[in-house]
T-cell receptor
Framework: AQSVTQPDIHITVSEGASLELRCNYSYGATPYLFWYVQSPGQGLQLLLK??????LVQGIKGFEAEFKRSQSSFNLRKPSVHWSDAAEYFCAVGRDQGGKLIFGQGTELSVKP | DSGVTQTPKHLITATGQRVTLRCSPRSGDLSVYWYQQSLDQGLQFLIQYYNGEERAKGNILERFSAQQFPDLHSELNLSSLELGDSALYFC???????????????FGPGTRLLVL
């Protein structure tokens, strides 16, 4: 069965520091991978997605993610975190049959001044 | 703003009651998806409708039902409510039917349901 694991429930980084949020997936075929961000009281906003092609994907707000098939990972990165990046981040995998997205448990990011 | 609207934003009700959550997709989107976000289960896919027809089903309880109307808005009906149904319910939409694959799902702000 497909699954997504985000090993870190909560991460705290200092403003201006780099960030990496981990995501591992389990899926038998070509994965379709997404990162969403949820700010307090808000819905989910798409940061970036990977369908095929270049394994380094650029997203909005300065985020990028790298697809590594050998490690079944799709880690999210940002070189310099801003206080406004504090939110919960969800990794998700989609299937090529049906519209279902399978989400990880989320990583809550706190940013220290 | 994703263009997906959900009403109401908040809903407080009692156990045993029935509620209806409403979702309007982005203009031009034919698919609507419902998700439940709870502390213990995380974000779970419930059901997808595409152009009025049920397309995919997830972990949706028999007490829950949904439909998509000719104007493409969707309603999620939750009946015989239990304390454990308290959650944030999201609606998402996409252009076509394969929103879990090569399409992007755009999420609404959610409806927060509290069952007392």
């Amino acid at each position: 069965a497909q699954s997504v694991t985000q090993p870190d429930i909560h991460i705290t980084v200092s403003e201006g520091a780099s960030l990496e949020l981990r995501c591992n997936y389990s899926y038998g075929a070509t994965p379709y991978l997404f990162w969403y961000v949820q700010s307090p009281g808000q819905g989910l906003q798409l940061l970036l997605k990977y369908f095929s092609g270049d394994t380094l994907v650029q997203g909005i707000k300065g985020f990028e993610a790298e697809f590594k098939r050998s490690q079944s990972s799709f880690n999210l990165r940002k070189p310099s975190v801003h206080w406004s990046d504090a939110a919960e981040y969800f990794c998700a995998v989609g299937r090529d049959q049906g519209g279902k997205l399978i989400f990880g448990q989320g990583t809550e990011l706190s940013v220290k001044p | 703003d994703s263009g997906v609207t959900q009403t109401p934003k908040h809903l407080i009700t009692a156990t045993g009651q029935r509620v209806t959550l409403r979702c309007s997709p982005r203009s031009g989107d034919l698919s609507v998806y419902w998700y439940q976000q709870s502390l213990d289960q995380g974000l779970q896919f419930l059901i997808q409708y595409y152009n009025g027809e049920e397309r995919a089903k997830g972990n949706i309880l028999e007490r829950f039902s949904a439909q998509q109307f000719p104007d493409l808005h969707s309603e999620l009906n939750l009946s015989s409510l239990e304390l454990g149904d308290s959650a944030l319910y999201f609606c998402a939409s996409s252009v076509g039917a394969s929103g879990g694959a090569t399409e992007t799902q755009y999420f609404g702000p959610g409806t927060r349901l509290l069952v007392l």
